[in-house]
Each structure stands twice: as C-alpha cells, then as structure tokens.
C-alpha cells in the first residue's frame, strides 16, 4: 500500500492520460498526462462550477415598460388611465411633483407602454450580446410603472401582460438555453392592495400581516417612511407560507412556471432567517435555481442564506478607482479581502453591475470614455456575473430617478456605435476564456498597479488582468505566482493596449501601462520557430 501511495502521482497521470485502466478510477474529462495532484483535485471543482449555469453568467436586466414599444398600445390605453399618463417612446423621463392624495410622485406613474410580448420580439439581440440571463424588474401587479409596490403577486400587472406571457417568455428563452429570472418584492406591498385594505380593519384575519399603530405615519409601518408602502410582517408563519414556504407560494410557484430564479428586493431588511428560509424553499421547489439579494451591505455572511449579492462593494470600488479616488494597493487589498471573506463560489455567482434602475447610468458617472472602457473592462475580468443594466451597453445616459431608467434606444443599435462594440469585444473576451467564467482568484502583487490572475487547472486557461488607477503612466515589476508559467515565456495581448512585446523573468514581469490604461495577458503556450517550453505542464 505505502508503495502505491508513493507512486499515486505518476500511476494517476497514466490513467489520466487514457494510456490504462485500473479498477473505477475516474479521472476529469480535460485532465492531461501532465496533470499534477493540485490540477486534478481542481479540475474536478471546475466541473461541477461550468455545469452551474449560476456561475459567472453574463446577466442583461430589463425595465419592461421601457425595453420594447408595444404593438397593442391602442387594445391597452384604457390600462393608463388618469392620473397615469402614457408617453412617446421618443419623451424622457423627467422628475415629477409629489401627490398627497396618491402618495406618490407623478414621475412613478408615467408610462411608456412596453410589455412581455414586445420583450419577446426583441430576444435576438439579448441572445446576440451573448447574455444567459434575462433579468426583469418587477412584473407582479401593481399601480406604479416601476412595479415595486405590489397588489397582487399572482398576478401580472395587465400592462405587460398574464402569466402565460410568462411561462411562454421562459420557455423561448430556454430554447435559446437562456434562463429567466424575476424581481421579488417581499419586504412590503402596496397600500392599494386588497390585502392591506382588508387589514386595515382590526377585526380582520389579515390584520397582522401588517404592522399598524399610531406611532407611523399613516397609521401603518412602511419602507423607507413611503406611505404607498406598507412593510409586511415576515414574523407571521402564514405571510411567509404565502410570499416562500407553501407549496403553491408566489416564490415556488413561479418556479413551476418555468423561471429559473429571483433578485430580492431590499434583502437586508428582509434579514438572514427568513433569506435562509426562502432560498431553501427555491431549491426544494427547483433544485439549481439562483437566489440573488439586492445587498449592499459587506457580502461575507450573508451566504448561504442566498447565492449571491448584488456585488456593490466591488462596483464601488471599481468606479472610486475610474476617477482615481482609490489607489491600486489599496484597492487590490479591498477585492482582494471581499473575495477571500466570502468564497470564490457565492461571489461567482453574485452580480456585479456598473449601474441599474436605481443608479445613475455608467456614462454620466463616468463621462470620460477611457474611464467607462476601464470599468467595464474590469466588470468582464473580475470573479462574478456582468449585470447589464438595458443601453449602457449602447452609451445611453441619464441621472438620479427616473432619468436612468429612459425607454430603449434603438436607433442607437447599430455597427458604428463604438461602445456597442466594445460591451461585444468584453464578451466575446469572457465567452473566450473559461477562467474568467468559471476560474479562481489570484491576487498579482504589486504597489502601483491593480492586477490580479484568473485561473484554472489549465495554465493555458490564466488570464493575468493589470491596471493602472493613477494620473500618471507607470512602469512596475510585478509577481505571477503561477508555478506553471515557465521562465522567459512571452505574454499574449488580448486586448492590444500593450505598447511593447511582454516576457516574463524569473516569474517577474515588468510593464508599463499609462494612466487609466490596462493589459490582459494570457501565457503564449506555442512558442517561436516551432519551440516550446509548455511541454510537460498541464
């Protein structure tokens, strides 16, 4: 026995290798002759994370009433009847006035009239950026546009359409091997929800889903002291069986729908028990489906009770560096102690989003276009799944609520739009190189420069990522800790921004990269005049 152990690695590259078979020794599919003990027992983890469609998915988020212009708009006026308003694709949103009578602002109940069936027409072009994930913004009924004041979680809001637009928007998307996923809004409802109404009697059954006294405005407890937004009560058993636990749950029975997973709404406030909870009901209902919580808050312990966040820390970071707020040390140290806090597997499937619905768009917070093409670049490389938030990938601009949230521009859609482009060049990049969807985390030490490897079992898979978040050009030599990377090897240019060939020395690299600028490199494993020194490396 202790003379097999000894000679376990040797006999394990052979059978790797094919070159025999012994008992039901199973080796990874990809594993080479030249595999060590580190690369076989990461191969296998590597496995199960590509089979995980969760992992490093590129994700494309969509405001239904302002993706696509509706071909019912005149079956569907009576649906924006006053105070809404119903506006020409061409209008923008502007900020509105607050209306006592309503609790509302009047810019929550401007209309631009798309729905499901009109999302659908316009699937080829999700699929064609290469997204593998379409996430909508609340569709339940509900009053405003925005849809986060709900009325009826069973239901879908009548301007966008039933719920077998859904099931059939689910299965074209699964036919394209695509998944959907839904916004949940389980921390509050709207107040013009029967169910609040009927509690508003002390006498009713329905009394304490809700939170009622004298000491909230308006009589009952709402989010963020919104009137129009009364907080549920997640303490009583019975509102929990009906919003996740119960079999026939708004949760679980949109699984059975054909959706593939939910981003909540206000996670934190809806606390790690009762998270816990709704994501262990999601996986029952199917297993492998994708809880994702709106979560702003430091990640580390907020897993398991989901399976990502909303990865806010590292967008924050990413955009301080844009504007040369952080500098590389220190934000190397900051990604860095968020990904090893966490685990390289919940923050693979976390989101990491440059803007959404309820920030201002990346081209007015970052107006400089090498500034966007940084950041974004970054959103590609770094572990997690790209949330596209609709248009920014065309450039489209706007500010604080409701300018973000402008109708698609369509018209932008086209072969000269430069960023358009270069969204495709980022995916094209990722869809490339299966470390930087499914692979580790490496940190490249330097001080003046922000680097960091993505890896596999493969060296041929590592992609070296280096930037540079000063105002001025810097020339460094930085560490690749990668034992497989052989000395003197040349470096691949992935992206054309290096200003001269790259060798390595000794695992050592020197570089130069200019303010604001960045490489991503990959080992050039063929060598010149038909040399190599990749010959016994995995």
């Known amino acids: 026995m202790a003379q097999y152990q000894t000679r376990r690695p040797f006999l394990q590259s052979i059978l790797c290798?094919?070159?025999?078979?012994?008992?039901?020794?199973?080796?990874?599919?990809?594993?080479?002759?030249?595999?060590?003990?580190?690369?076989?027992?990461?191969?296998?983890?590597?496995?199960?994370r590509e089979k995980d469609w969760r992992n490093g998915a590129i994700v494309y988020q969509v405001l239904v009433d302002r993706f696509a212009p509706s071909a019912r708009l005149d079956d569907k006026k009576s649906l924006y009847?006053?105070?809404?308003?119903?506006?020409?694709?061409?209008?923008?949103?502007?900020?509105?006035?607050?209306?006592?009578?309503?609790?509302?602002?009047?810019?929550?109940?401007?209309?631009?009239?798309?729905?499901?069936?009109?999302?659908?027409?316009?699937?080829?072009?999700?699929?064609?950026?290469?997204?593998?994930?379409?996430?909508?913004?609340?569709?339940?009924?509900?009053?405003?546009?925005?849809?986060?004041?709900?009325?009826?979680?069973?239901?879908?809001?009548?301007?966008?359409?039933?719920?077998?637009?859904?099931?059939?928007?689910?299965?074209?998307?699964?036919?394209?091997?695509?998944?959907?996923?839904?916004?949940?809004?389980?921390?509050?409802?709207?107040?013009?929800?029967?169910l609040f109404k009927q509690a508003a009697n002390p006498a009713s059954p329905y009394r304490d889903w809700f939170y009622f006294g004298k000491e909230f405005a308006g009589g009952a407890r709402a989010w963020a002291l919104?009137?129009?937004?009364?907080?549920?009560?997640?303490?009583?058993?019975?509102?929990?069986?009906?919003?996740?636990?119960?079999?026939?749950?708004?949760?679980?029975?949109?699984?059975?729908?054909?959706?593939?997973?939910?981003?909540?709404?206000?996670?934190?406030?809806?606390?790690?028990?009762?998270?816990?909870?709704?994501?262990?009901?999601?996986?029952?209902?199917?297993?492998?489906?994708?809880?994702?919580?709106?979560?702003?808050?430091?990640?580390?312990?907020?897993?398991?009770?989901?399976?990502?966040?909303?990865?806010?820390n590292v967008r924050e970071i990413i955009l301080q560096m844009a504007k040369?707020?952080?500098?590389?040390?220190?934000?190397?140290?900051?990604?860095?102690?968020i990904i090893d806090d966490s685990g390289i597997e919940p923050m693979l499937k976390s989101w990491l989003m440059l803007d959404n619905h309820d920030t201002p768009r990346l081209a007015t917070v970052l107006p400089e276009l090498p500034q966007r093409k940084l950041a974004q670049m970054l959103q590609f490389t770094l572990p997690g799944s790209p949330n596209l938030y609709y248009g920014s990938e065309l450039g489209m601009t706007g500010g604080d609520d409701p300018e973000m949230r402008a109708p698609m521009r369509w018209d932008?859609?086209?072969?000269?739009?430069?960023?358009?482009?270069?969204?495709?060049?980022?995916?094209?990049?990722?869809?490339?190189?299966?470390?930087?969807?499914?692979?580790?985390?490496?940190?490249?030490?330097?001080?003046?420069?922000?680097?960091?490897?993505?890896?596999?079992?493969?060296?041929?898979?590592?992609?070296?990522?280096?930037?540079?978040?000063?105002?001025?050009?810097?020339?460094?030599?930085?560490l690749l800790a990668n034992s497989k990377l052989m000395n003197g090897g040349a470096m691949i240019d992935l992206l054309g921004t290096a200003n001269r060939p790259i060798n390595m020395n000794a695992s050592l690299l020197s570089v130069t990269v200019p303010s604001g600028g960045y490489l991503v490199l990959k080992p050039d494993l063929k060598g010149a005049g038909g040399y190599t020194t990749y010959k016994r490396v995995q």
């Open 17 to 48: 290798a094919g070159l025999i078979t012994v008992g039901n020794l199973i080796c990874p599919s990809h594993a080479g002759q030249y595999a060590n003990s580190t690369d076989l027992s990461l191969a296998k983890v590597l496995d199960a």
């Open 412 to 478: 932008w859609v086209n072969e000269d739009n430069a960023e358009l482009k270069w969204v495709r060049q980022l995916i094209t990049l990722r869809k490339n190189h299966r470390a930087l969807r499914i692979g580790n985390f490496r940190p490249i030490t330097a001080n003046q420069l922000f680097a960091f490897e993505r890896y596999t079992d493969r060296v041929e898979d590592s992609i070296f990522v280096i930037v540079n978040p000063s105002r001025a050009e810097v020339t460094e030599i930085v």
């Open 226 to 312: 919104a009137q129009s937004l009364p907080e549920l009560n997640l303490e009583n058993p019975r509102v929990r069986d009906f919003l996740y636990a119960g079999k026939n749950s708004v949760v679980r029975s949109y699984l059975r729908d054909g959706v593939d997973g939910w981003r909540l709404d206000v996670a934190p406030e809806i606390g790690f028990t009762f998270l816990d909870g709704l994501t262990r009901a999601a996986h029952t209902q199917k297993p492998g489906s994708l809880v994702v919580g709106e979560i702003a808050n430091y990640p580390k312990e907020w897993f398991p009770s989901v399976d990502g966040v909303m990865n806010f």
């Open 81 to 194: 009847a006053a105070p809404k308003i119903l506006r020409a694709w061409s209008e923008q949103p502007t900020r509105g006035r607050y209306e006592e009578s309503i609790k509302l602002w009047t810019h929550e109940i401007d209309f631009w009239g798309g729905d499901l069936q009109s999302l659908a027409t316009k699937l080829d072009y999700v699929q064609s950026l290469g997204a593998d994930v379409l996430y909508l913004n609340p569709i339940h009924f509900a009053y405003t546009n925005h849809k986060y004041d709900a009325l009826d979680y069973l239901k879908i809001s009548p301007e966008f359409g039933t719920r077998d637009d859904v099931k059939s928007l689910a299965k074209n998307l699964h036919q394209r091997n695509m998944k959907l996923v839904l916004d949940g809004v389980f921390n509050h409802m709207g107040n013009q929800s029967a």
């Open 324 to 337: 040369y707020k952080i500098d590389a040390a220190t934000a190397g140290q900051m990604v860095g102690r």
